[in-house]
């Protein structure tokens, strides 16, 4: 019997960790999980010791103040490792808590596995040595990173994008086919929705005055984020839903999607859209000087160019966005260009599995099998 320990501390984390939790059962039905993340992990069988996910924190401002927070859960965390000492840690993305965790599970003498390598080609080029040095196996999930990790030293396997699992798996009925559907893709955090509603609302608006017949729709991860959504709206007419982002997908013409993985989604559906990515003056001037990469959406970063146009901060505004909303949402050479260019990057991130494959890996490494798929 194999007992894992799991830590993810944001909503896309929790999601393929869910994904992940079941596959480990499914590869072995006598595996043991336990660990913090969200109610989807919980969902799928694992004992949650802390809904992390739930508060996911975003931005340098809300992390400060959420210090006190994190710092206790670390600390009752690295106790209960200490204690219980599983056969392999499992760290979800998530880095700021994550690499840490890694580096005192490591000096605890137990195995330690990070799946969905953190962003480290994008800003703390750094935290690569650190994770040499604390992880036993690196899972990644986008191509170009297994061998940005091998030239460091590190054992590193590429599994594939969970994503492409969950396309497979997720029922899509067709219940918003049938009409003109924009998707209003503000995120999943509550400082997201706050800072990009509006804007989104605003395009909207000259949308509608130009197709009278489209229908907006919100897809929201819980009750509390859609009513955000809603009194953020006001008067403009937004449909709403807890849920249902791929029947959104399936139907939409145009989205507007907040910067992250639902920007991926969007793509895997072939959809045309704009990517919006705005925060506070601080966090930003921060990043700004952190981040090494052109480009901030994911879509862009794995196409290895500007495929989608990204609004950023002051640009994330009605009269930037709107034209090219529109440009997008006709029949243009610009929109086809775009579907093109969608398509060869769902063909790049290859089939599913990649949950099934991630599972199989952590069970050799809690195994003492480490090296048993490095060349998969």
């Not at 056969?87 to 969905?116: E, H, S, T, W």
């Not at 609004?311 to 243009?332: H, K, R, S, W, Y």
Request: glycine share 8%.
């Amino acid at each position: 019997m194999s007992r894992i320990f799991l830590v993810a501390g944001e909503t896309s984390g929790d999601i393929h960790g869910a994904n992940l939790v079941r596959a480990l059962r499914a590869a072995d039905a006598d595996v043991v999980c336990e660990g913090l993340g969200g109610p989807r992990m919980a969902d799928a069988g694992m004992a949650l010791r802390e809904d992390l996910a739930g508060r996911a924190i975003m931005g340098f401002a809300e992390v400060v103040r959420a210090l006190p927070y994190i710092r206790r859960v670390f600390r009752e965390t690295e106790a209960h490792l200490a204690a219980s000492r599983p056969d392999c840690v499992v760290l979800i993305d998530y880095p700021g808590f994550n690499i840490r965790l890694a580096a005192r599970a490591k000096a605890m003498g137990l195995r330690v596995v990070y799946y969905i390598s953190p962003q480290v080609w994008a800003w703390k080029a750094g935290r690569i040595r650190t994770l040499a040095r604390v992880v036993d196996k690196m899972l990644v999930i986008l191509p170009f990173e297994e061998a940005l990790y091998r030239e460091a030293g590190v054992d590193c396997a590429f599994v594939g994008h969970p994503l492409m699992d969950q396309l497979e798996a997720a029922p899509v009925e067709g219940i918003y086919r049938g009409g003109l559907v924009v998707g209003l893709l503000p995120g999943s955090r509550e400082q997201e929705i706050r800072r990009l509603t509006a804007p989104m609302i605003d395009v909207a608006r000259g949308i509608r005055a130009a197709y009278p017949d489209a229908r907006f729709v919100t897809p929201c991860v819980n009750a509390a984020r859609e009513a955000q959504v809603r009194a953020l709206a006001g008067d403009f007419p937004i449909e709403t839903t807890v849920g249902r982002m791929y029947e959104i997908l399936d139907a939409a013409r145009f989205c507007l999607v907040a910067s992250g993985t639902a920007t991926l989604e969007t793509a895997l559906f072939g959809v045309p859209m704009g990517i919006l990515y705005k925060t506070g003056r601080v966090n930003y001037a921060i990043a700004r000087r952190l981040v090494r990469i052109p480009h901030i959406g994911l879509v862009n970063i794995l196409a290895g160019r500007g495929i989608v146009p990204e609004f950023i901060q002051e640009q994330a505004a009605a009269e930037t966005i709107l034209p090219t909303a529109l440009e997008l949402m006709a029949d243009t050479p610009r929109r086809k260009q775009m579907l093109d260019d969608l398509a060869a990057l769902r063909t790049a991130l290859g089939g599913p599995g990649a949950s099934m494959r991630a599972a199989q890996a952590i069970l050799s490494v809690a195994r003492g099998m480490s090296k048993a798929i490095s060349e998969m």
